[in-house]
């Protein structure tokens, strides 16, 4: 038995209704109906919603915006971190090969994040402190494999080379920016790129998760880097299931309300990876759900990491992207009864205008409303690239060797 069966074992009741291990009978047909019309409705007003949010003089970003700035402005990486996301959820969404508002929308955007990485404020020989960068690299990484991996007319010309380049410079820029010793990566670090800080599962995850998708369409990767930054994970796991806002995992674990997001990535990275496992990756999903309420609480307040339990706002739709992400892999016969609560639990807190948004900035809906879309049509999405060490990469040793 998984050892941490037994700590999640009264999640999975409250959701169950007891043992068994399985699941509410699924819904009547006509609810499944009309399940499947609100999503495919609601999936069409967030498309439309992000065709006209496009701005910029080019109309070709949707950046994110929060409270940190540079020179008084929004950073170079959120806004191309918001671009991206806004991009692939515009890319997944289903039909877009029959959309040319939608291709056109986002041929504009790669274009945007190609050139926007060669900002001097993206340069990866930066001196550490808090910086945003790393999350340009990481979501331009994704939103470059996820348009390789559509082709198409997105691709014509010299746009693969271009692509391709681009790609390889964010997988070095990932690589550079690696934290010294520890392995991971994290935007709020000490000062000095050699000093060695704590890692963040909520962007070591995503950053792993792209240079895994990256090597599986055959570009090169580090297999020292993922090692590491796959043990700096498994250092952040508590024997309660929580995981560390950063670092290693306390001798008084963080409480497991405050932490469900990172428990999902890392749980999701670390299956893809073979260090994890369903039970692992269910009770992370059940913890999301059971709690929650306490995410919804602090959606779209000011502030960040308020108590009880140091949720910020912006932490709300990422962690429901990650349990849209762990629903999938978990076994099919599952699967519809954690989309309906996740389901339910989104268009508990859709606005009036049929978008979503989890900060105080109208801007930032652009945000929600894309992670909203990729958690409605998450069940057509391939699984993702999984990572296994290569058999003559031998011992990983530490980066300070």
């Known amino acids: 038995m998984n050892r941490f069966q037994p700590v999640f074992a009264w999640i999975v009741v409250a959701f169950v209704g007891g043992g068994g291990g399985a699941l509410a009978q699924p819904p009547a047909t006509s609810e499944k109906d009309a399940a499947a019309e609100r999503v495919r409705s609601s999936s069409a007003r967030c498309i439309e919603f992000l065709l006209g949010a496009q701005e910029g003089d080019e109309r070709a970003e949707w950046p994110y915006e929060g409270v940190y700035r540079v020179g008084g402005k929004i950073p170079v990486g959120y806004r191309i971190g918001g671009t991206a996301i806004a991009a692939m959820a515009l890319l997944r969404a289903p039909d877009f090969e029959k959309d040319e508002p939608r291709q056109a929308a986002v041929r504009r955007a790669l274009e945007f994040v190609k050139s926007k990485l060669d900002d001097p404020l993206m340069n990866p020989d930066y001196p550490g402190g808090y910086d945003v960068r790393g999350w340009g690299y990481t979501y331009a990484l994704q939103f470059m494999l996820a348009v390789k991996g559509a082709g198409g007319a997105l691709l014509a010309g010299d746009a693969q080379a271009s692509v391709d380049e681009k790609i390889r410079w964010c997988i070095a820029a990932v690589q550079q920016t690696e934290i010294a010793e520890a392995g991971g990566w994290n935007y709020a670090r000490a000062v000095g790129k050699d000093k060695v800080s704590q890692p963040s599962p909520f962007m070591t995850g995503p950053t792993l998760l792209a240079l895994f998708e990256a090597r599986g369409q055959g570009f090169e990767v580090d297999a ?20 560390s806002y950063a670092g290693a995992a306390a001798k008084r674990p963080e409480p497991v309300p405050g932490s469900v997001g990172r428990m999902l990535v890392s749980e999701i990275t670390l299956m893809l990876a073979g260090r994890s496992d369903e039970a692992r990756v269910r009770g992370a999903l059940d913890a999301f759900l059971v709690h929650w309420e306490w995410l919804e609480k602090r959606r779209a307040k000011p502030g960040t990491h308020e108590g009880p339990y140091g949720v910020a706002p912006y932490y709300f739709f990422y962690a429901h992207a990650m349990a849209a992400e762990a629903i999938e892999m978990l076994p099919e016969r599952d699967r519809a009864e954690y989309r309906r609560q996740l ?14 948004n989890d900060r105080v900035f109208p801007r930032t809906a652009n945000y929600g409303t894309s992670q909203t879309l990729m958690c409605l049509v998450a069940p057509g999405m391939p699984r993702p690239a999984g990572w296994k060490l290569p058999a003559d990469a031998g011992a990983v040793p530490p980066k300070s060797e």
């Not at 020292?224 to 995981?243: C, F, H, P, T």
């Open 224 to 243: 020292a880097v993922v090692e590491r930054g796959l043990k700096a994970l498994e250092r952040g796991r508590s024997a309660a299931g929580s995981v």
């Open 343 to 356: 389901h339910d639990k989104l268009f508990a807190v859709r606005l009036e205008n049929g978008t979503w």
